[in-house]
């Protein structure tokens, strides 16, 4: 089975400043990563993925993600926030099987990140 | 592409009522879709997964007569909450799976919010 463990429930952060959401999971068989952001009474769109190849991932509205395997973890990263990512964001993961079959997506308990001006 | 819409967007009832939610994929064909439930300021927890015309699989936990759920077409499935109680107001979003090159990817829609009197 899997988990994730978002370390911070809440992240608060001044417009323009650089942010990092923490992301660590737990798995016995390979991952994929992932990291969604929800606003408001919205659901959730993906920012970026890892599948495989470069650990370094880059998606959408400027945000970034490290793959370490070592040390279990997805962090998100951004170097200049904006009003606008005020939201909740949340890491997950799919575990893959052994036989090649896909299991079901697992969600961290979100970071709510707010940023002031 | 690849959008999914829920209706209704928000729904309040009475206590004992029943409440349909319904989820469609508008520009693919989804072969699995999936139930979640997310409780104020808490993550996604998946409900149910369902596959075109075959029963739902339900997650240890979720009472299946409560919480039926029916996948009649690749591009609709709905989610019938019976009986309705003050504690089953939640968020409730679905996702629609699409095969890829190398894993399932989810895609989310906007989300229900029941509010039970």
């Known amino acids: 089975a899997q988990s994730v463990t978002q370390l911070d429930s809440q992240v608060p952060v001044f417009e323009e400043a650089p942010v990092e959401l923490r992301c660590n999971y737990s798995?016995?068989?390979?991952?994929?990563l992932f990291w969604y952001v929800q606003y408001p009474n919205q659901g959730l769109q993906l920012l970026l993925k890892?599948?495989?190849?470069?650990?370094l991932v880059k998606g959408i509205n400027g945000f970034e993600a490290e793959f370490n395997k070592s040390q279990t973890s997805f962090h998100l990263r951004k170097p200049s926030v904006h009003i606008s990512d005020t939201a909740e964001y949340f890491c997950a993961v799919i575990g893959m099987n052994y036989g090649g079959s896909q299991g079901n997506l697992i969600f961290g308990k979100g970071t709510k990140l707010s940023v002031k001006p | 592409g690849a959008v999914v819409s829920q209706h209704p967007s928000w729904v309040i009832c009475k206590s004992g009522t029943s409440v349909k939610i319904e989820c469609r994929s508008l520009?693919?064909?989804?072969?699995?879709m999936f139930w979640y439930r997310q409780f104020p300021k808490q993550s996604l927890m998946l409900m149910a997964t369902?596959?075109?015309?075959?029963?739902?699989?339900?997650e240890q936990g979720v009472e299946k007569d409560k919480f039926l759920i029916n996948h009649a077409s690749l591009t609709l499935s709905t989610l019938t909450v019976t009986s309705a109680h003050p504690e089953d107001s939640s968020f409730y979003i679905c996702?629609?799976?699409?095969?890829?090159?190398?894993?399932?990817?989810?895609?989310f829609g906007p989300g229900t919010r029941l509010t039970v009197l």
């Open positions: 798995s016995s068989v390979s991952v994929y």
């Open positions: 890892y599948l495989s190849g470069s650990t």
């Open positions: 520009d693919f064909q989804a072969t699995t």
């Open positions: 996702s629609a799976g699409m095969t890829g090159s190398s894993y399932n990817e989810q895609f």
């Open positions: 369902s596959n075109e015309g075959s029963k739902a699989t339900y």
